[in-house]
Each structure stands twice: as structure tokens, then as C-alpha cells.
């Protein structure tokens, strides 16, 4: 019984397993419960086909689903300290680090392309949630503002896609003075008449949507996003009353006036291209102030 038991079980089992079931086949969608090819699911933009709810997305999808394709190029962003704090709570920040990078194959939460949106050149940053919760720390700070330096070098509009935790605690006060540095970067870019857009995904939150976040000369969100300062149990708490249904969410920000547009990840590119294109009408034979 051994033999079988320790030597030819074994054998029949590395035969018959020979083809394991990947981790990721199957996507269960987070909204109605449907189960989801993961293919099928990344072909339909990270969107339920049974409920239309739009789930996370990569930065490296996201380029591509706002570009309409390959057309565009990565610039490569700037190195900034890894932990200049020293600091360190259950982990050291460094292991947090190393592990978000192993994670998501990125250096940091923010990824930033160049390319054509229809007939318009334009600059597209995108926030990686998946990487430490999109927090906004010194990596993407800088990140954001060479993204507006090469938009104005260039003379093309800048794109900001928000999905975000809010401000890096590992990086403290280095991690909040990205609100005010990103907001005079923004101001350059106004000064040179070119345009903002955002785009406000499931979450923008805390710091990030105290700053550049709401700082759009358009604003857009997506379906269902969650889009706020604080979270609704804190507020609650705090004013002592029940918040009204559907509350932080895209479509109820639209209703209130918050936000110009919610649109279907199907209807991204071409929106913005609308608006960028309407936005830098006459722009092109303007000369910049410095010249």
C-alpha cells in the first residue's frame, strides 16, 4: 500500500495536473458577484459586462484605453529619494517599496505617455492605485510637475488621471508639499493657455482630491467612482447625520454640480478628444510669453 500510496499516487497526479489552472482565469466582479473570463474582462476595459461596473485599472490600460491604442510614447520620470524619513511602522519603507514594485512591475504610483488623443498631441499622467494605494508621495509629485513641463514645452494639453488613497504618511510633510508644488505647476500651465482635464477614478481621494484633482478646467469621472475628502463614516460621525444615498459617488458629484461629465470607459477617447480639440482651438499659432 506504501508503494501506491508514496510512489505511484504521486506519478498519476504530475500526469494528470500537467496543466494547472492560472490564478487569474476567472475575474468575480466586485458590484453584482458575475463571474468573468479575466481575457474577456481586460478586452471589455476592466468593465463588467453584466452590470457595467467599472473596475481599477493599470496605468499601462489605462494610456492605452485614453490614447486609443499604441500610438504613444512613456517619458521617463525623474528619480527621487526612496525614504528620507527613515521610516517605519510594521515594515520599513523600503520593504513596502520593494514589494509595490515587485507587485505591479512599476517604480512608483504614477505613469505618464505622450500621444495623439484624435488630431490633438497631449500629455496623459495616470495614477497606479495598485501601487501603495496611488499614493501621492515625493515620486509622484514629481512625476505630475515634469508632466506639465514637457506639456508646456511642447504646447499641448495636459490629461490627469486621479486614482488615489490621498498623500504617502511614509513621506509625511515631504509627501503634502506635493499639493501646493503640483497646484504651481498647474499655474505655469495656465499661463502658457494651455489646457487641464481630469479624469476622477474609483477612488480620488484625501490630499490628492484637495489639490490637483479638482483643479480641471474640465472635470470627468467615471461611473460609480468614488470621489472625496474623507470617508463617509468620518463625516458622519462627525455632523452626527445620515448622508444621502449614493454619496461621494461620480454620478452624485454630476448632480451637484462638482463635475462636468461621467463617461463610460468605452466613450473616454473620444470625449477627450472632443474637449481637447474645442479647448485648443486657435492655441496652435499662439507664441508663448517666453519667446
Known amino acids: 500500500m506504501s508503494w501506491l500510496t508514496n510512489y505511484v499516487k504521486p506519478k498519476l497526479q504530475r500526469v494528470l495536473n500537467t496543466k494547472d489552472t492560472p490564478d487569474n482565469l476567472w475575474h468575480k466582479c466586485k458590484s453584482c458577484g458575475q463571474m468573468i473570463f479575466h481575457k474577456e474582462f481586460v478586452a471589455a476595459r476592466y468593465v463588467c459586462a453584466s452590470c457595467g461596473h467599472h473596475d481599477r485599472m493599470p496605468p499601462s490600460d489605462r494610456l492605452k484605453n485614453i490614447f486609443g491604442g499604441e500610438n504613444f510614447h512613456m517619458i521617463d520620470m525623474p528619480k527621487v529619494l526612496q525614504d528620507p524619513l527613515k521610516f ?48 501621492m508621495g515625493m515620486a509622484v509629485g514629481e512625476g505630475i510637475i515634469t508632466a506639465i513641463r514637457h506639456a508646456i ?39 502658457a493657455g494651455l489646457p487641464y482635464v481630469v479624469l476622477l477614478a474609483d477612488p480620488t481621494t484625501g490630499g490628492v482630491s484637495a489639490s490637483y484633482a479638482m483643479l480641471g478646467d474640465v472635470q470627468i469621472a467615471e461611473p460609480g467612482a468614488m470621489i472625496a475628502f474623507s470617508g463617509s463614516r468620518v463625516i458622519e460621525q462627525t455632523i452626527r447625520e445620515k448622508l444621502p444615498e449614493g454619496f461621494q459617488r461620480a454620478e452624485y458629484l454630476l448632480e451637484h454640480g462638482m463635475v462636468d461629465m461621467v463617461v463610460h470607459r468605452d466613450q473616454l477617447n473620444a470625449e477627450i478628444g472632443k474637449i481637447i480639440s474645442l479647448l485648443m482651438a486657435g492655441r496652435h499659432n499662439t507664441t508663448k510669453a517666453a519667446e
Do not use: C, W
Open 88 to 135: 517605519k511602522d510594521s515594515k520599513k519603507y523600503t520593504d513596502r517599496l520593494k514589494e509595490a514594485r515587485n507587485k505591479t512591475g512599476d517604480q512608483d504610483a504614477i505613469k505618464v505617455g505622450v500621444g495623439k488623443i484624435g488630431h490633438e498631441t497631449a500629455v496623459v499622467a495616470a495614477q497606479n492605485f495598485m501601487f501603495m494605494g496611488g499614493s
Open 153 to 191: 514645452d511642447i504646447h499641448a494639453p495636459f490629461i490627469m488621471v486621479t486614482a488615489s488613497g490621498g498623500a504617502r504618511m511614509q513621506e509625511g510633510i515631504l509627501s503634502l508639499m506635493q499639493m501646493p508644488r503640483t497646484t504651481v505647476a498647474l499655474q505655469m500651465l495656465r499661463d
